[in-house]
DNA sequence: ACGCAGATTGCAATCGATTGCATTAAGTTT
DNA sequence: AAACTTAATGCAATCGATTGCAATCTGCGT
């Protein structure tokens, strides 16, 4: 290191260009060919030259150039997790959900080796999610939420683009999904809250989105089994935003002031359910009972402690990642999956309602 | 979508490989500089010439592959964003502050043309990140959080390394940083509660973690500018993790059972002393006033709504991620930035404790 | 001393796009 | 009609790493 009367400092810490394998070669005094095997561990490779090349590496901290390692190779290890927004509502990113599931994702990616490009893009310009695959700069592409973009996605899929996708399994669908089997979730709130002798339920979400509307339909199936019916009123379409649901669910309120139950399309939506109840000084769950959906980690430390459909952001993760690796290896798009769906009932809807 | 008779919906468009400049130079009968110069718009190239092959190659969805053109140019458009975790507690990416972060620096980054690329990385590894950089997968990083990696990160600025990090300013630091101003922020509080008639406080944080001790010392300083102090059984170490919070919370209420205030070193960990104050039958803010800290979206619609101190998370991404574009031109690292930090005042600070 | 196996290492082509310079074709000048 | 512009396009080197094949060297058998 501190040779006096160097010519010329190659490259000190790094003052100039970054190092590359040519100069690794040369401070060793061989080829690249031999730094490059050396490297990867071949065994045609001298053990000592071996060695002495790997310490040299790591005294420089020179590291293999990974874009050119791709361009050579041709594989791509970065998969693209695209959240989508609506431009009107600059609609999603604010969902915990979503981050739960951001965080599930990188996990899985890491484990099995891949890197994550994370973009928000907004939703009717999917079609810029294709030129990631095709300009190379990823793999496959994760996507979270079909929004209204059904048609779309299909005709993505029939590109032949790797593609999975959360969100709910709709007929005539060509793309692979992951999600929960809503319309079942949807029927266990409604029955929950039916034994919780509750009949004037109020819906809140926007059934535009796929997910939602199966949890609509399979509520509003759960509640017609035992008689009680969902008229519009009772219903507001509202984004997956906290001060929406603050405001739809101030205007149910106004709407239907007998109201005893809300079934909220997601945990968020809940929690600003129940501040619009308290500001119109209804109790939860004695007045009025509240349940979310996901089971985000903050909806048990609520208050009141929420009730929610549980999601199983761990495994959705790891079966997103799976499908598109599967798809990305044998090129036969797998089965789209439904994972396990089940109610967690907390405090925010057990009490029976004052009669 | 319901075409009948489909051979095999797999990969009609493109069966086989991706197609390459090479293949469009074919289609259209040139050469691959000419699709080149033509497809990047030089005047060089005859405009038919230029438009006939735009339109083939829209036509074959052929987008340049940007794996080549970042070896050929060298430059990399790519930013990895860092959230370390710790692993003994898995720490840090269930904090919804986190995830307003990383939406904000998603859109800044976007807003200026690049990618960004999100990693999880294990706190005592984050050596690891230079090889993000060495091997030319990103061309800077972002780090949420400096954790206790103060010298590690020292080191790494040493190396030249274009770094930023969202964190506290220290003495001795030889990275840029960009925070808000946590000992004022203390100080707010500290302020705020003593105007509210409050006198027995405890505090809930990790001071291991730069940030939340500069919101510590800010806090301690104003009330001991107020005479009251802060006796170590008023204090609990505790990560940034709901199920935590609650833990140390109730363990506070049990050594302090006449406490008047609880000042957390985040949201999450206010929302988590809310509850545990709820199991142990005390009123906020009746009985117990309580503040966070970031303010994060779901603060407003907590229950009840929640004073915390606003972190400009917007500000924030946006000056991240020009301090650092301003690194990696100007090879200059810009000063260290403190944004505004600011009280806001909300219902579980309100009233006057019970006398 | 010659030939050959085995162990190491280097040469040069390759991945896909870009770009300086050369080349060709068409048009203009004298 | 020769000389010369100008416009349009192609050739070939380049970015940094990888890899099939060839080249070199050592040692050993005979």
Known sequence: MGNPGKPRPVAPADSGRRMQMADLARLAGVSTSTVSRALSGSELINPETRERIRTLARKFNYTINSVATGLRSGVQRTIAVIVPFEKASRQSFADPFLHGMIGSLADALTERG????????????????????????????????????????????????????????????????????????????????????????????????????????????????????LPAQQRRTVPFLAESGRQAMLALIDANPALDAVFASSDLLAMAAVGALRERQRQVPADVAVVGYDDVELAAHFNPPLSTVRQPIHEAGTALVDALLLMLNGKTAPASALLETRLVVRESSQSAPAP
């Open 114 to 229: 891949y890197e994550m490009l994370l973009s928000r893009i907004d939703a009717d310009q999917l079609d810029t999610v294709a030129a990631l695959i095709d300009s190379g700069r990823a793999a496959g592409v994760i996507l979270i939420g079909q929004w209204r973009h059904h048609d779309q996605l299909n005709a993505m899929a029939a590109r032949g683009l790797p593609l999975v996708v959360w969100g709910a399994h709709l007929p005539h669908q060509d793309y692979c999904t992951v999600g929960g089997d809503n319309v079942r979730g949807g029927r266990l709130v409604a029955e929950h809250l039916l034994a919780q002798g509750r009949r004037r339920m109020v819906f809140l979400g926007d059934c535009g989105l796929p997910e939602v509307a199966q949890r609509y339909r399979g509520f509003t199936a759960g509640l017609r089994a035992g008689g009680v019916g």
